[in-house]
C-alpha cells in the first residue's frame, strides 16, 4: 500500500513564526502536492511538484513555499504565518501516467494564534 | 480555470434510502475521481473513472462518468449509517496536466 505520511498532524504557532510542514511518500511518485482544506471551501492547491527541485505554484500559493530536495520528502513552508493560515493541510502523493489517483497523508492541522 | 461543482453540499437521508451526488466540471477532461473522507481523517480513493461512459461499482456506491455533459455522479443504493462521510469529486486537469481540482464536498448523514 502506498504510505504518505505528514510530520505532524497537530501544531500551534504564533503569527509571525516560521513553519516547516513535512510530507514523506514511498512509492517513489514523481508527483507531490500540497492542499489546504477548509470549511465550505474545500480543498485547494497550494503547491505542487513533479520532480525533485521542480516545483509549479497552485491556485493559492501566496503565503507559502516548497521544498523538495529528495523525490520521497516534499516540504511545505510558511514563512511568517498569519491566522488566515490556520487550516488543515494535507499532502499527496501520484505516480506518472493519465489514471493514478492522488494518495493522501493523514493531514496537519495547524493553528496560528 | 476548470471549476468542479458538486450538488448537494449538504445531505441528510433515512437508511435504506437510495440517492446521488451530483459532480459538475467547467472544461474537457477525461479523468474524474471520488474519494471519501470520514470526520478528522484523511481522503480515501473510491473510484478513478477515465473514459466517457465508465461505470464503477463497489458495494453501494456506483459512480460513472458522462463527459460529453461534463457530469458524474455517485449514486448511493439502500443507504447504510456506515456510509456517512463526505465525498469529493475531482477532476484532472486538461492535456495530461498533473493536478486535481476537487469538488467542495458533500457532507452525508444517513440517519438510522
Known amino acids: 500500500d502506498v504510505k504518505v505520511t505528514q510530520s505532524s498532524r497537530y501544531l500551534v504557532k504564533r503569527t509571525g513564526e516560521k513553519v516547516f510542514l513535512e510530507c514523506v511518500q514511498d512509492m517513489d511518485h514523481e508527483n507531490m502536492f500540497w492542499y489546504r482544506q477548509d470549511p465550505g471551501l474545500g480543498l485547494r492547491l497550494i503547491y505542487f511538484s513533479y520532480d525533485v527541485k521542480m516545483k509549479e505554484k497552485g491556485d493559492i500559493p501566496e503565503g507559502y513555499s516548497v521544498s523538495r530536495e529528495k523525490k520521497e520528502r516534499f516540504s511545505l513552508i510558511l514563512e511568517s504565518a498569519s491566522t488566515n493560515q490556520t487550516s488543515m493541510y494535507l499532502c499527496?502523493?501520484?505516480?506518472?501516467?493519465?489514471?493514478?489517483?492522488?494518495?493522501f497523508g493523514e493531514g496537519s492541522r495547524l493553528t496560528v494564534l | 480555470e476548470l471549476k468542479v461543482e458538486q450538488n448537494p453540499l449538504f445531505l441528510s437521508m433515512q437508511e435504506g434510502k437510495n440517492y446521488t451526488i451530483y459532480c459538475n466540471y467547467s472544461t474537457t477532461s477525461d479523468r474524474l475521481y471520488w474519494y471519501r473522507q470520514d470526520p478528522g481523517k484523511s481522503l480515501e480513493s473510491l473510484f478513478v473513472?477515465?473514459?466517457?461512459?465508465a461505470v464503477k461499482q463497489e458495494g453501494r456506491l456506483m459512480a460513472s462518468l458522462d463527459t460529453k455533459a461534463r457530469l458524474s455522479t455517485l449514486h448511493i443504493t439502500a443507504a447504510v449509517h456506515d456510509l456517512s462521510a463526505t465525498y469529493f469529486c475531482?477532476?484532472?486537469?486538461?492535456?495530461?496536466?498533473?493536478?486535481?481540482?476537487f469538488g467542495q464536498g458533500t457532507r452525508l448523514t444517513i440517519n438510522p
Open positions: 499527496a502523493s501520484r505516480g506518472q501516467g493519465a489514471g493514478g489517483e492522488l494518495f
Open positions: 473513472l477515465l473514459s466517457n461512459g
Open positions: 475531482a477532476v484532472g486537469g486538461i492535456q495530461g496536466a498533473q493536478k486535481l481540482v
